[in-house]
């Protein structure tokens, strides 16, 4: 599987709600997540920036949170989603 990674924020609620549905998708598959918290540490915003250019065409032409990312294929979904959207899009990356 490749690296994803999933940028969210510490007290954003949507983030909070698909946190159980990313743990549901790590024991079910063989999918992990790189999680990267962007509103406290600069070092994972600056990393969050620097896909821009990928995230923002997905996310309504902008960066926020949570984002699932797959830096290799170029692609990104945003917000909050049913466990089978983003498990689709998780094993679309494999």
């Known amino acids: 599987m490749p690296n994803?990674?999933?940028f969210h924020g510490r007290e954003c609620p949507h983030c909070k709600r698909m946190m159980p549905l990313v743990e549901r998708l790590?024991?079910?598959?063989p999918v992990r997540f790189d999680r990267r918290e962007v509103w406290?540490?600069?070092?994972?915003?600056?990393?969050?920036?620097?896909?821009?250019e990928i995230i923002a065409p997905k996310c309504g032409g902008q960066l926020r949170v949570p984002t699932f990312l797959n830096p290799g294929a170029?692609?990104?979904?945003?917000?909050?989603?049913?466990?089978?959207?983003?498990?689709?899009?998780?094993?679309?990356q494999g």
């Open 40 to 52: 406290h540490d600069e070092e994972n915003a600056d990393l969050m920036r620097s896909y821009l």
């Open 74 to 92: 170029r692609d990104a979904v945003c917000g909050e989603m049913p466990y089978e959207d983003l498990k689709a899009w998780a094993l679309k």
């Open 26 to 29: 790590e024991r079910e598959t």
């Open 4 to 6: 994803l990674i999933m």
